[in-house]
């Protein structure tokens, strides 16, 4: 199962992310985690990722194309994987074609989670809430002027990636404003699980 999920910051990709590695056993790859990683290390990349990121801003697509490139060769992907945060540009759906067709892959399926943006301000404050509660930390973008131009990247960058995938007829577009477990029930659906 090899699988794009689409959505602005806060759609619920994440959550339903986790349910889909326990059905399909494929590894979900989000480079917004693997970033966090890079920036907790203090790797090269991680150093010149931090500001941008707690900014809200994207970001570059070598950055992102060369993690992602080099992830997919790991043992754990050779069953597949669910893309969660990539592609987020036009230009990475295109590399993450030309990659996949290198190693004579394909995508199984990319699909959206639509919600209706007056709702994502606060699930991103539920989000900050929760992780508080559970005795953790906010994430360092999880703040109302990082999140406006978490929301502004999305629509001038993301949002043409799945009108990107629409044009080719490969997109499925799932209501994320259900609750969890009818989002992932449609997403099971979708998926022909
Ligand atoms: P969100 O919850 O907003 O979807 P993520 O955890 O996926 O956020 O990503 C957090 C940040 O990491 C983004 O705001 C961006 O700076 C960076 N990032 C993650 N994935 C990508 C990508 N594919 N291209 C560019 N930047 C990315």
């Known amino acids: 199962m090899r699988l794009v999920l689409l959505g602005p910051p806060g759609a619920g990709k994440g959550t339903q992310a986790t349910r889909l590695v326990e059905k399909f056993g494929v590894p979900q790859l989000s480079t917004g985690d693997m970033l966090r990683a890079a920036v907790a290390a203090q790797t090269p990349i991680g150093l010149k990722a931090k500001a941008i990121m707690d900014a809200g801003q994207l970001v570059s697509d070598d950055v ?32 993450l074609r030309d990659l996949l067709t290198r190693k004579g892959l394909k995508l199984d399926a990319v699909v959206e989670l639509v ?34 131009t978490r929301l502004e990247a999305y629509r001038a960058q993301t949002a043409p ?15 994320g404003m259900a609750p969890i477990d009818e989002v992932t029930a449609a997403l099971n659906r979708a998926l022909g699980a």
């Open 64 to 95: 992102v194309i060369g993690i992602i490139d080099q992830r997919i060769d790991a043992a754990d992907c050779a069953k597949g994987f669910i893309l969660d945060g990539f592609p987020r540009t036009v230009a990475q759906a295109e590399a």
């Open 115 to 148: 919600v209706d943006e007056n709702a994502l301000v606060d699930r991103m404050r539920k989000r900050v809430a929760d992780a508080i509660a559970a005795g953790g930390q906010a994430r360092a973008d999880d703040n109302p002027e990082s999140f406006k």
């Open 161 to 175: 990636v799945s009108d990107h995938y629409a044009s080719r007829s490969e997109l499925r577009r799932i209501d």
